[in-house]
């Protein structure tokens, strides 16, 4: 039977700007067939100044969810109408949730690294992990990891105030005390990584187009250190390769992509995900990025 649309197909939107490179909508379509729901992704460009009449619209349309990516993540939850204790706890959301004409906002980036650093195998409980950049993934990450026992966090961020406003935080809403401020320099970089468990990319810089660019010089990688690089596209970024050549453990950002549309099916559509459902979308999404 085809999979069409009719007058009674729902719709899950992702929003940003741009948002004309995510995969979101080609994983998690493949994922609403298999399901065989009546739902469909779309995407949709929204500049910042238009964010609040779109969610207004999406809301008055009766759209199941809104998921939502750079740059809107921290004004989306200033929009909606309630939170969850994580997404407040933190300060943006990035998926919103319609629930009887009243948008829940949800931070689920957090979630989706947690599962994909244990997937890997590496658990940061006890551990001294290094974050480079303190956006709204950077933030999620940070957040997370004081949460599932890191031992130490240091935050680098080319604006250093940023990098102080998080740790702040850190320290105020969860009482975590080890956590250290750089600048995003290749000097900071060497003389700290030298004694990091891990090491999480939380830019864009590697990312198509500019595939050359890396966020860490190759020479403060060492073998002890695993890496975790949140960009998916190159899926094998210059810094994966550079680690991968030093003898580095290495993570690619697709596991995270794929497990924010995996909670994002279960809060909008109220199922549970199965792993098979999840090894369906990881599938579609290398094969995506292996065809350009």
Known sequence: MPWDIDA?????????DPVEHSLTPRIQNAALQRLNANVRNLAFRVAAHHLRAAL?????IGVLGVMVTI???ES????????????RLMGSANLLVLREGRFIAYSTDGYAASRSL????FDPKGKRIAVVGTGGAGRALAFQLAMDGAAELCLFNRTVDKAYRLAGEL?????????QVFPHDADAL?????????????????MHPREDATPVPADALHRRLAVFDIVYNPVRTRLLQEA???GCRTIDGVPMLVYTNEKALELCLGVAVTAELVALMKRVCYAALRSG
């Open 171 to 179: 320290r105020r809403k969860l009482h975590f005390r080890t956590v």
């Open 8 to 16: 009674r197909t729902r719709l899950i939107a992702l929003i940003g």
């Open 244 to 246: 991968q050549r030093k």
């Open 76 to 87: 989306a939850l200033r929009l909606a109408d309630d939170a969850d204790a994580f997404a």
């Open 190 to 206: 060497r003389e700290q990584l030298r004694r990091c468990d891990l090491l999480i990319n939380a830019t864009a810089v590697g």
């Open 71 to 73: 740059p809107h993540k």
């Open 118 to 121: 244990k997937e890997a195998g």
């Open 56 to 60: 207004k619209g999406f809301k008055a």
